[in-house]
């Protein structure tokens, strides 16, 4: 069964670096699906932050495109997530999750499992 | 971006009832279209996975209908613990987008 644990800094001070990492268990980093985050938050729903492909290249949520920095370690078999210039709008609950794909063009995907989630806070 | 637009934003029911979530994309997304319960405090859980596929081990009195821009997620018969948000989302093209959510209550 593949798990996945977030973990991190619950605190951040505004305008600092989110570092968050996800490690996996139960599946390889090397395996093909692509490594994901979403983030929840009150005021903005569930949002979508980007993904990392098994070979390395990403694909970033435009809204935050110029912040984020996504990379993978497969020697640790866990992905991070780096957040630059955070400020009180990206208090939320940040998630890893697996994305899935079947065929089709596009190729259909779904997001399973979901790590459980850590609340990241951005106060001074 | 593609928005997502489900309706109701809540709805109270009774163990038993028939209940029907709407969601409605801004474009087109063919069956690009997944579906997920979340419960407080925990993480969402995928239900339903291109527009009608039940994800294993989630019961058959839950089922997804649609096609296009309009889509649907029907519990058949509630149960207590179905009592949850429930979320779609498009996977058709990134950046992915969810709904806003219904609130599934018990009346």
């Known amino acids: 069964q593949v798990q996945l644990q977030e973990s991190g800094p619950g605190l951040v001070r505004p305008s600092g670096t989110l570092s968050l990492t996800c490690a996996v268990s139960g599946a390889s980093l090397s395996d093909v699906y692509c490594w994901g985050w979403v983030r929840q938050s009150p005021g903005k729903g569930l949002e979508w932050i980007g993904k990392?492909?098994?070979?390395?290249?990403?694909?970033?949520n435009p809204s935050l495109k110029s912040r984020v920095t996504m990379s993978m370690d497969k020697s640790k078999n866990q992905f991070s997530l780096d957040v630059r210039s955070m400020t009180a709008a990206d208090t939320a609950v940040y998630y890893c999750?697996?994305?899935?794909f079947g065929g089709g063009t596009p190729a259909i995907n779904w997001f399973d499992p979901w790590g459980q989630g850590i609340l990241v806070t951005v106060s001074s | 971006d593609i928005q997502m637009t489900q309706s109701p934003s809540s709805l109270s029911a009774s163990v038993g009832d028939r209940v029907t979530i709407t969601c409605r994309a801004s474009?087109?997304?063919?069956?690009?279209v997944n579906w997920y319960q979340q419960k407080p405090g925990k993480a969402p859980k995928l239900v339903i996975y291109?527009?009608?596929i039940l994800q294993n081990g989630v019961p058959a009195r839950f089922s997804g209908s649609g096609s296009g821009t309009d889509f649907t997620l029907t519990i058949s018969s509630l149960q207590p613990e179905d009592f949850a948000t429930y979320y779609c989302?498009?996977?058709?093209?990134?950046?992915?987008?969810f709904g806003q959510g219904t609130e599934l209550k018990i009346k």
């Open positions: 999750v697996i994305e899935r």
């Open positions: 989302q498009q996977s058709y093209i990134t950046p992915f987008t």
């Open positions: 291109v527009t009608s």
């Open positions: 474009q087109s997304i063919s069956r690009y």
């Open positions: 990392i492909y098994p070979a390395g290249s990403v694909d970033y």
